[in-house]
């Protein structure tokens, strides 16, 4: 069996144990899986504001064909009448992420 050891934990694991990587040298990556989970974690922690506008964004491109700028735009110039629809995509774009 084929190993490697990490080099964020230090530990030898089996090669199944870290993500392929086409561009390294042995066709692995140098850090195992469980310490990729975890630096993801971290990062997408970090960048969670990040992460919920560009949820918004896809959102409210895929369901209503508009961009977060067509949005607001939107929401001044028609604000009273659009406003319940408004309402409507906020509430859907909340639940959804
Ligand atoms: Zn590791």
Redesign the pocket.
Known sequence: MKTDT?T??G?T?ALEDFTRCKKSKTGYRK??K??RRVQQRKWMDENSDHFKALCRKQHLKVRYGITPEDYDVMLQKQKGNVLSVIGTVRVLVTKDC
């Open positions: 990490c964020k934990c530990e694991k850090t195992c469980d310490c």
